[in-house]
């Protein structure tokens, strides 16, 4: 099983990430985590990528095809895989259409979570997150048992530079500007499945497993 991941920040994707990988044995490739592998492997493609990420700019499209593409060529890609953070643009995904189709393999679902863009700044704005263990709360939907303090290990929490509420604004406008053209691209493919984000985790994965099926 091939699958896509779309959604805006704030829209549960890594937790929808989570549980789709875990039924569906196939590993979840996300750009960023390549992108810090190869860096911490030292690998020609970690070092290029580094030279753009110390300067604060947009890794090339053609340099995320080939990294994206080296990682699905791996053994555990075999039986499928939930892609995450890629394609972001309408090149990216002919790219990968087209190296599929090298392979003789396709996508067989595109799922994007949809949630209103009132609710994401609800949702990332009260974001909090642990300084030494990484835990993530939220102070209204999930608040800590104590303000300021994480229930696991007692570390400071903290509101990260990205959810302030400018900030978020400005991501969720950029993913909706980038994502269009990218929707409109898999709808002509007649594979994009749309899933509401708000009505619960618990719901939202049910939703997901329907379309994707058994």
């Known amino acids: 099983m091939n699958l896509i991941l779309l959604g805006p920040p704030g829209a549960g994707k890594g937790t929808q990430a989570t549980r789709i990988i875990k039924m569906y044995n196939i590993p979840h490739i996300s750009t960023g985590d390549i ?14 990528v580094q030279q753009y990420m110390l300067k604060g700019e947009l890794v090339p499209d053609d340099l995320v095809i080939e990294i994206t593409e080296a990682r699905l060529l791996e053994d555990d890609c075999k039986g499928g895989f939930l892609l995450d953070g890629f394609p972001r643009t309408v090149y990216q995904a002919e790219s990968l259409d087209k190296f599929l189709e090298k392979i003789e393999q396709i996508i067989d679902k ?22 030494s263990c990484g835990a993530s709360y939220h102070v209204v939907n999930m608040p800590p048992k104590q303000m300021g303090v994480c229930d696991i ?18 991501r969720i406008d950029v993913y909706e500007s980038q994502t ?16 509401d984000g ?11 497993v329907r379309v994707i099926g058994a």
């Open 180 to 195: 269009i053209p990218l929707i409109d691209y898999y709808e002509k493919a007649g594979n994009i499945a749309y899933i």
């Open 198 to 208: 708000s009505i619960g985790l618990d719901n939202v994965f049910a939703d997901i």
């Open 110 to 131: 595109v799922i994007s979570i949809t949630v209103g863009k009132e609710e994401l700044m609800v949702r990332l704005i009260g974001r909090r997150v642990c300084r």
């Open 35 to 48: 992108f810090r592998k190869n860096i911490k492997e030292e690998t020609a493609l970690g070092k290029k």
């Open 153 to 170: 290990c007692a570390g400071e929490l903290y509101q990260r530079d990205d959810d302030a509420e400018s900030t978020v604004e400005n």
